[in-house]
């Protein structure tokens, strides 16, 4: 009786002791996983290659050298429908000095996006991540989520929520190359 309690005892803590290195392995790998894959201050963004409505490719790296403001947006989300006439005009103002904007629609259809932009009258880019990829490359949720990256295409500033005109003006003038 003695021995098969103590062998119960020796069993239960060998389970307890590989159950703790399973549940530590899989905690390392899926924080590794999350570091790997989310955009940070101070780090060079990632790259990407997104299509607008027509077709058309953006590289992000093809804009090294300009102030990059990325945009994650959704025609359902109601603070992006807020900022984005503001994200226009400014757009308008610092295009010539050198900022551009992406926006990145989260894989809505193209009719609810053509609408979006048509009634809105934006002028910059719309792009789209259809499977997603781009959104969990820079750790975006919720909507709208912006990043700001330097002429060197390093990311200077993150902002989720809200943009009012005002603040997207600072922002423009903070990634506006040097001359």
Excluded at 18 to 45: C, F, Q
């Amino acid at each position: 009786m003695k021995n098969k309690k103590q062998r119960l005892i020796f069993r239960t803590i060998i389970l307890v002791l590989l159950s703790s290195a399973i549940i530590y392995t899989l905690y390392v790998n899926i924080s590794n996983d999350k570091e790997k894959a989310v955009a940070a201050v101070g780090k060079v963004a990632p790259d990407f290659v997104l299509k607008d409505l027509t077709g058309n490719s953006f590289q992000l790296s093809d804009y090294e050298g300009k102030g990059v403001f990325l945009n994650f947006w959704g025609t359902f989300c109601e603070p992006c429908k807020k900022e984005m006439p503001y994200m226009d005009n400014q757009y308008k103002v610092y295009r010539e000095e050198g900022v551009e904007i992406l926006a990145v629609n989260v894989g809505e259809t193209k009719l609810a996006i053509e609408r979006f932009a048509k009634q809105y009258d934006l002028s910059f880019p719309i792009i789209v991540d259809e499977d997603g990829e781009v959104q969990h490359a820079y750790g975006v949720l919720p909507l709208p989520a912006t990043f700001l990256i330097d002429p060197e295409g390093k990311i200077v500033k993150y902002h989720t929520g809200e943009l009012d005109e005002q603040t997207i003006q600072q922002y423009m003038e903070l990634i506006k190359p040097k001359n």
